[in-house]
Nanobody
Framework: QVQLIESGGGLVQAGDSLRLTCAASGRTFSSDAMGWFRQAPGKEREFVATISWSGSAAYANSVKGRFTISRDNAKNTVYLQMNSLKPEDTAVYYC???????????????WGQGTQVTVSS
């Protein structure tokens, strides 16, 4: 059974940084993409970033240049370093795993429970 456990969310001020961590277990993730999505109140869940086993990354335009995704394959862990946070980054952030590299939400069968990130102005 695949388990994804996120941590690192919290309440910060605009301009601050946070690092989210997602620890995965329950399968071999050697060919999987690991990604981050977010959902703000009243909005649909949206793509944030994803990274392949080999380290190829993609970002949503709204976070490009501010967020960095990375992964430690030995630990089955993916990180999201978020810098220069803005109030519009406020959302529940979800870790997800897909069986191949993709940015499409519908292609991710495995999801974590989410961690809240709140950015005050």
């Amino acid at each position: 059974q695949v388990q994804l456990i996120e941590s690192g969310g919290g309440l910060v001020q605009a301009g601050d940084s946070l690092r989210l961590t997602c620890a995965a277990s329950g399968r071999t993730f050697s060919s999987d993409a690991m990604g981050w999505f977010r959902q703000a109140p009243g909005k649909e869940r949206e793509f944030v970033a994803t990274i392949s086993w080999s380290g190829s990354a993609a970002y949503a335009n709204s976070v490009k240049g501010r967020f960095t995704i990375s992964r430690d394959n030995a630990k089955n862990t993916v990180y999201l370093q978020m810098n220069s946070l803005k109030p519009e980054d406020t959302a529940v952030y979800y870790c997800a795993v897909a069986l191949y590299w993709t940015i499409l939400l519908r292609d991710y069968p495995y999801w974590g429970q989410g961690t809240q990130v709140t950015v005050s102005s």
